[in-house]
Nanobody, 121 residues
Framework: QVQLVESGGGSVQVGGSLRLSCAAS?????MGWFRQGPGTEREFVAA????????AYGDSVKGRFTISRDSAKNTVYPQMNKLKPEDTAVYYC?????????????????WGQGTQVTVSS
């Protein structure tokens, strides 16, 4: 099973930016990010395919978040801009053995430990 190491979480003010990262061990994978706020279900945030040529975003983050990958480092980066209080959550990186983008939690095989993002006004 692939190991995923997340970093980059923290506290930021409304309107600020953060860049998370997720480094995967071993082979290349299609990757995704999900988040879970207090009392909410884990929701899809963004995903990128194996080559980095295709991406998808959740409705709540479209136009504010951008996901990219560095294949040489086997690392995926969600750049989060114009952050809002409702973006406060634990963010989870996920990997799947496949090429294409997927937006459902059930499509992912491996999960990171999560990193906290807190947006305050």
């Amino acid at each position: 099973q692939v190991q995923l190491v997340e970093s980059g979480g923290g506290s930021v003010q409304v309107g600020g930016s953060l860049r998370l990262s997720c480094a995967a061990s071993g082979s290349q994978y299609a990757m995704g990010w999900f988040r879970q706020g207090p009392g909410t279900e884990r929701e899809f945030v963004a995903a990128i395919n194996l080559s980095g040529g295709s991406t998808a975003y959740g409705d709540s983050v479209k136009g504010r978040f951008t996901i990219s990958r560095d294949s040489a480092k086997n690392t995926v980066y969600p750049q989060m801009n114009k952050l809002k209080p409702e973006d406060t959550a634990v963010y989870y990186c996920a990997a799947r053995r496949g090429y294409n983008v997927r937006t459902s939690r059930s499509d992912y095989d491996s999960w990171g430990q999560g990193t906290q993002v807190t947006v305050s006004s």
